[in-house]
């Protein structure tokens, strides 16, 4: 057995060159590299030791591991999610930061990671192991214990946290982030501390840990005793409906589902994550699901008694915080890869299992069951009155602005089928998860389990370099407001300096529309969601001027080329000859961004649905008062589900 001299930081960089995600879909293998680069920002705490080896190398073999500038720490690690879902898990980016504010920076694209099961691989650097300038500059002090430094603030917010304190430990760090990047039940966050002195340390490591490897996504079979649970459950069933999450896409089981829904005449709906599981315009395709959903697939859950989830977590939103599933007798047949969420609201049949394996079996048991023809007609009449509701939305015509639901179907509209619409936080995710028509199960990538502010382009930034990597040939569109594009737009500079074609669509309704509305419906009038002066009377910032911002002369200023489209009477026509205008540049030519004004005071149709924001039903306001009142009747509407 051979060995090679190198420092730590070299041997991180050669370790993960030679990493490898192999795949089995319907008899095909692939195999990728799990790490295609690593992003950074350099400071004093891994210019010479990470930066070090990633420079070396650069020049050595320029395609060992590629080094990509961002901007901001958190919007690299937007950018290695964003990669992750397009690439369905099978990679995702690196990301090296210096001490201090450098990682600590990083700990809310750590959260997002996490909390949408994502992977992402972070190296913030750390203090001396030595201790021998102890304090070293940007380190955090405690007084009680030494051997805690800021980068403890990732192990809430990770599914795996190492710190490697002497060179060996380097070892069994990178095998133990491997096995947690590539699991599709443990994924999400991996941060590996590097403190600046250990990443310079020289250590003799072995050939066979630099040797290519291999990592297997697993996909478990489901068990023949669930298979029988759930068919006989599903075969008693009157009015069962799905509910798809975004494991079906990561287990690449849109047609089984199809077929599957085809045969039974089960309809569809789907959270947040499963948006482009089934076209938008399929018979069986009720569509978002729950606090942000289609008056369909909410009046067709509220009375099913059985409920088949397949790759969800049960989000809040999915059930309308429990309000969502009202028939007493419902019962839950979940079927996930993580046992967390197939035992959630005590399922009567909890397979934990690959959906795409699961549906071929729940095919072949379930020959010759179908919904009665009372349930598809019920199916086909709520579906016939949400489409009537979103094209009327979409033919709204409110001037001199438009009003969002008007913005959303013009875009809409102007895009092709198999271009990406991402977006994140604020009025946007709920309303286009309520009406964004999509028909191409990649045509979606709505971040709304951290639902973050900012990471819209980033996130999408991310999106477009799996696609070019790729090379699928579609366009990716943020669509933004105001307060995210405030919150993160830094790296309109990197996709500048890449030549990264991303277009923007900058939707400006100056202030927090979303909160707003959610503000006015809880009794607290809009109260500091408005971008206004400070009455310094009255220190209030509700009834002031409008703010004198121009975002779209910031996006040039970053280098973007922007595209103005001011409002009036053709607004709509403007709006969507920007999208082909941007849609017709060529790839190389960076990102556009499209400025368009909305009224932030029209609602998208309603849910018929609820979310429980608690309101305290103590208070000298009377909105507050009657929003209270409407509060505990919601309330009563809550259950436990907690039976089988």
């Given amino acids: 057995m051979g060995f090679q001299k190198l420092s730590v930081a070299q041997t991180v960089v050669k370790f993960l060159a030679n990493q490898y995600t192999v795949d089995t879909i319907d008899g095909q293998e692939y195999c ?88 992402a691989l972070l190296f913030p650097s750390d203090q001396f192991a030595t201790r021998v300038p102890d304090p070293v500059l940007q380190q955090l002090e405690r007084f009680d214990a030494a051997d805690v430094t800021v980068n403890d603030i990732f192990r809430p917010v990770s599914r795996y946290f190492d710190r490697v304190w002497r060179p060996e430990q380097v070892f069994s760090a990178l095998l133990n982030g491997m096995r ?67 494991g079906v896409h990561y287990a690449f089981a849109q047609n089984e589902l199809r077929q599957f829904a085809e045969a039974t005449g089960i309809p569809v709906t789907c959270t947040q994550a499963a948006v482009g599981v089934m076209d938008w315009d399929h018979p069986l395709c ?109 033919a709204e015509r409110y001037r001199p602005l438009m009003s969002q639901n008007e913005i959303i179907g013009a875009v809409n509209e102007a895009m ?19 009406m964004w028509r999509v028909k191409d199960a990649y045509g979606y990538h709505v971040e709304y389990a951290y639902s973050c502010m900012g990471y819209e382009i980033p996130g999408g930034l991310g999106v477009k370099r799996a696609s070019l990597d790729t090379q699928d040939g ?3 569109v943020v669509m933004v407001g105001d307060g995210s594009y405030l919150m993160m737009n830094t790296e309109l500079v990197t996709a500048v300096a890449e030549g990264i074609k991303l277009i923007v669509v900058l939707i400006q309704n100056h202030g927090y529309a979303s909160i707003g509305a959610l503000s006015e419906s809880v009794g607290s009038q809009r109260f500091g969601t408005k971008y206004r002066t ?44 920007a999208v082909a205008q941007a849609k017709a540049a060529p790839e190389g030519s960076g990102p556009i961004v499209i400025h368009v004004e909305s009224d932030p005071m029209i609602d998208a149709p309603s849910s018929e ?10 208070s000298e306001l009377s909105s507050t008062q009657n929003a209270y009142e409407t509060y505990r009747e919601k309330k009563a509407m809550q259950r436990p589900l907690l039976g089988p």
């Fill in 180 to 246: 947690v990047l590539t699991d599709p039940v443990d994924t999400g966050a991996v941060t590996i501390a590097l403190p600046q002195d250990v990443q310079a340390e020289e250590i003799l490591v072995p050939d066979e840990f630099l040797a290519p490897r291999h990592w297997r996504i697993r996909r478990p079979e489901p068990e023949d005793v669930d298979i029988q649970a759930a068919m006989s459950v599903i075969r008693e069933a009157k009015k069962p409906v799905i509910v798809a999450g975004g």
């Fill in 286 to 394: 009720l569509g978002a699901v729950g606090s942000t959903g289609s008056t369909a697939s909410n009046a067709l859950v509220r009375d099913a008694d059985v409920i088949i989830g397949i790759g969800t977590r049960y989000e809040d939103f999915t059930t309308a915080s429990r309000t969502a599933f009202q028939n007493p007798d419902v019962k839950f047949v979940n079927i996930n890869v993580a046992a967390f969420d197939a035992y959630k609201h005590s399922g009567v049949v909890a397979m934990v299992a690959d959906a795409k394996k699961a549906l071929i079996k729940l095919n072949d048991a379930l020959s010759g069951f179908k919904v009665s023809s009372a349930v598809t007609e019920e199916v086909a009449s709520e579906k016939a009155r949400w489409n009537g509701i979103v094209d009327d939305a979409f």
């Fill in 534 to 577: 400070l009455d310094k009377e009255t220190h209030s910032f509700d009834h002031g001027d409008t703010l004198p911002i121009d975002l779209a002369a910031n996006a040039q200023s970053l280098g973007a080329k922007v595209i103005r489209v001011e409002p009036g009477e053709d607004v709509r026509e403007r709006l969507q000859d």
């Fill in 32 to 119: 990728e590299r799990t790490i295609p680069g690593i992003f950074g920002i350099f400071g004093h705490g891994n210019v010479a030791g990470m930066g070090q080896a990633l420079r070396q190398y650069q020049e050595l073999d320029p395609s060992l591991m590629p080094y990509y500038q961002g901007r901001n720490e958190q919007a690299q690690v937007d950018q290695a999610v964003g990669y992750a879902r397009h690439t369905r898990r099978r990679a995702t980016y690196a990301v090296t930061t210096s001490i201090g504010p450098g990682a600590s920076n990083m700990v809310t694209g750590a959260a997002l990671a996490t909390t949408n099961r994502l992977p």
């Fill in 609 to 618: 649905s609820w979310w429980d924001v608690p309101i305290t039903g103590v």
């Fill in 416 to 434: 092709d089928d198999r271009d990406v619409v991402v977006c994140a936080a604020g009025s946007l995710p709920g309303d286009l998860h309520k």
């Fill in 474 to 476: 579609r366009d990716v």
